[in-house]
């Protein structure tokens, strides 16, 4: 099966090939390099020792899409390529509908066109809102996103049902997922976001490695066992892991649309992490606290039940593989 990953080289993506790739699928990648590296693509080929089709664009662009489809015999989607910074989503928000929904419908039109209708949709448990409770089922309701990029996810999940309603020949995978961390064990590809890093894991590495003074961790007064955020955080390869369950679960039943949450069900705090990071690492991560940030909310959770029944998906690695890994990829991409 051969399979057109668009974001392929970022750092979901990137990790989805290298799964597909090991499992044996034929990979395609479409990547306009905004927020990733080239380098990702001969990582890829080290680590798995196969072939993968590149194309450097946006999906936005119709002919090279056409052109792709009428290159290479594609059987399936998975489509990866967003935006995904939060706060840069409120000061540019056509910015985000243009690339994260706009983008979407160009891929659409085409899959239709060369009748190539299996897609699992990447998106994220912020579609969810507040929630009211946790843990979070699939059925629970969605909306009251609090940024553009929320509400661009919540966008594409509402046109992927219209879609599958006016035509029940389409085969979806709507993947909300929770707080991915981690990198590939090997420590060739993981996420090292240039700058200063709005998320935690991404920022707790450059405090431990130097590059920043101090965590700040936003509030230690909510409703939590420690007062700090809870989240679900899962490591990037059982993420990965789950896509290509999804994608097996669209080959082999066919014709629905389905939606899963793809968490460990269990939630960290903030110092949870930054104590795990500590002990795994052997490393001292300065912080302290601030007000809250706007926006945040105090706990998500997944229910991870529908995904372990009708995917098998379980999450194998815990708290420690994902400080461990994550570390290790940027100590490692530092020393050259
Ligand atoms: C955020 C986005 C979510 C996105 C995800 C990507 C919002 C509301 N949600 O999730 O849409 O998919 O990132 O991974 O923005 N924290 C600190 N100090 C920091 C950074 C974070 O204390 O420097 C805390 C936060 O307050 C939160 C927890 O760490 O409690 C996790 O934050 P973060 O990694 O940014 O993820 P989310 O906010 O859950």
Known sequence: MKVLVTGGLGYIGSHTCCELLDQGYEVVILDDLSNSSIDVLDKLRKLTHKEISFYQGNMIDEELLEHIFQEEKIDAVIDFAAYKAVGESVSKPILYYTNNVSTVLVLLKVMTKYEVKKLVFSSSATVYGDPKTVPIKESDPVGNTTNPYG?????????????????????????????????????????????????????????????????SVFGNDY????????????????????????????????????????????????LDLVSTFEK??????????????????????????????????????????MCRDAYHFVLKNQEK
């Open 280 to 321: 795994v690492n052997h490393v001292h991560v300065p912080y302290q606290i601030v007000e809250r940030r706007p926006g945040d909310i105090a706990e998500c959770f997944a229910d991870a039940t529908k995904a372990k029944e009708e995917l098998g998906f379980e999450a194998a690695l815990g708290i420690e593989d």
């Open 151 to 215: 509400t661009s996810k919540l966008f594409v999940e509402q046109i992927l049902k219209d879609l599958y309603r006016s035509d029940s020949s389409w085969d979806i995978a709507i993947l909300r997922y929770f707080n991915p961390i981690g990198a590939h064990p090997s420590g060739m590809i993981g996420e090292n976001p240039k700058g200063i890093p709005a998320n935690l894991m991404p920022y707790i590495v450059k405090v431990a490695s130097g590059e920043l003074p101090c965590l």
């Open 223 to 270: 409703d939590t066992k420690d007062g700090t955020g809870v989240r679900d955080y899962i490591h990037v390869v059982d993420l990965a892991k789950g896509h290509i369950q999804a994608l097996s679960k669209l080959e082999k039943e066919g014709q629905g649309l389905y939606i899963y949450n793809l968490g460990t069900g269990v939630g960290y705090s903030v």
